[in-house]
């Protein structure tokens, strides 16, 4: 008895199951992978990012001088001091006159009278209780001396203070008068200063 011939049979049902796989069509990609791919075509390239150059500090600014505070001055301290303005040259007005007596009584407190000018040599001496010259000095004409005092027109003088040397002249030859006119003059505006000090109180 012969065998059925299977061999061909189904080798002629895998050549048509085969046919008919290969002509269905292919399935789409997923749509995931299809997105995950555009994303990573979009995406460009990281840049290279240079190094930051370190922040130099900033240059110190110069500090300000400081400025000098003045002091608050007071109102009283604003106003300007009235100070006695120096005696122009001596006149021997009728007040003067008066307070010497004509130059007969030149008050005390004159004396001693320095820088008083000589316009003659003078010759000093001291003396001893008895009257003995003790010692002399000689001066010459345009030195000055102190006057000690006065006596009628006789002027007494002394090289210095403390000298104990002593000499005469006559009034005429000194400049005693303008000394006194000057110190006369000096003394008043002082006074007057004062006063006005006073009443400012």
Not at 20 to 27: G, I, L, R, V
Not at 79 to 103: C, D, G, H, I, Y
Not at 135 to 142: H, R
């Amino acid at each position: 008895m012969e065998r059925p011939r299977i061999f061909p049979a189904s080798f002629l049902l895998f050549f048509l199951v085969s046919c008919e796989t290969q002509n269905q069509p292919s399935s789409p990609p997923d749509s995931n992978e299809s997105q995950i791919s555009s994303v990573s075509e979009q995406v460009p390239p990281p840049e290279l990012v240079s190094p930051k150059e370190p922040m130099q500090p900033p240059s110190q600014l110069p500090m300000p001088e400081p400025t000098e505070l003045k002091p608050i001055e007071k109102e009283e301290e604003k106003k300007p001091k009235k100070v006695p303005s120096a005696p122009q040259m001596p006149t021997f007005s009728e007040e003067l006159l008066r307070a010497v007596q004509n130059w007969q009584r030149v008050p005390p407190s004159v004396f001693p009278l320095k820088s008083v000018s000589v316009q003659s040599a003078l010759t000093f001496r001291a003396l001893s209780p008895q009257g003995q010259a003790l010692a002399t000095s000689s001066l010459p004409a345009g030195k000055e001396v102190v006057a000690l005092g006065l006596r009628g027109t006789t002027l007494t003088v002394s090289p210095s203070l403390n000298s104990r040397l002593r000499a005469t002249i006559d009034l005429a030859n000194t400049d005693f008068k303008q000394g006194v006119a000057y110190l006369f003059e000096l003394r008043k505006r002082q006074r007057a200063h004062m006063q006005m000090l006073e009443e400012e109180r």
